[in-house]
């Protein structure tokens, strides 16, 4: 019998699950699966922060370390969720957010978030039948569950940092940048789903379901040709080597803005997220810079701060 499994994942194990790259198409290819899962947790009648998940990664992990979520409170925008990489004994308590179904057949945790979410260990039944689903499809590395500790007003975008090896939960209101090497797709999918299957079948695809259902859809959106890759980044420790060195989207210059455009060529033709310090930041995104009066702007800036 499939069991509900909280403890702490391994980061041997936790680097072998899909990124983005690897599972961007799931929501459409796998479309009728996500309606049978979602009809399940309809079936069941579980609390509406239970959530089909597309399984994904941002980033590796070292050993030690978890992938962990924090809601942050923004200036003028209040609540703002993020997730980043932790060392897993300096944050306790953490509780289950995200699962996926392992080796063994059971639902496992594989991030974490700081506060609890519904309680789902007496729904073993449920527990059982999802995991065996999963496992008859061979969906184990496409769809999990997700659990939240609160209802979710709003939609949300989820932006990746690499320099920070954080992912922030930008508002579904706030525009984001196009970057014709960027995509998104749908990651999460509630018992109201049958509006977000019927989007999919569209060519707008993710962006009608935000429509559609903003308090019900999570967004992933990324500006990159290729998945992030922390060697390839100078990431091996979270952080640059050199203050100077673009590569991981993080730079310290004590030139004004137009220097430091000058002196980062290479920085200047990313479409990743950068974040620049000197006399006053500046905040790149899909190849462009952010006004600096822009909520986009002001949420990364803050997140950026705290990190």
Known sequence: MAILINDALSSAVYNTLPHMDDVMGVPEDNANDIADLTALLERYKLDDRV???LIHI???LKEGEVFAARDVTVPNFGLTNIMQAVPAKKHQPLYGHHYFVNSDGDLATYEYMSQPGP??????SFIREFCQIVR???LQHKLGLSLRHAEQIHGTSELEYPAKRTCIDVPAEVPLPYSPLGFDTTTEFS???????NSLKNEQGAELA???LPGKCNVYCKYSKHRFDEAELGLSDGNTTID?????GHITSDTDDSESSSDHDDFDRGHGLYVINGRSRQINLAGRKLDSRAALYKIVSFVSDIL
Not at 119 to 124: A, E, F, K, T, V
Not at 191 to 197: D, H, L, N
Not at 244 to 248: G, L
């Open 58 to 60: 941002q980033f590796h």
């Open 51 to 53: 959530r089909i998940k």
């Open 136 to 138: 008859k499809r061979r």
């Open 210 to 212: 935000k429509q559609h």
């Open 191 to 197: 018992r109201e789903s049958a509006t977000i299957e």
């Open 119 to 124: 309680d789902i260990s007496q729904y073993r």
């Open 244 to 248: 100077n060195d673009s590569s991981d």
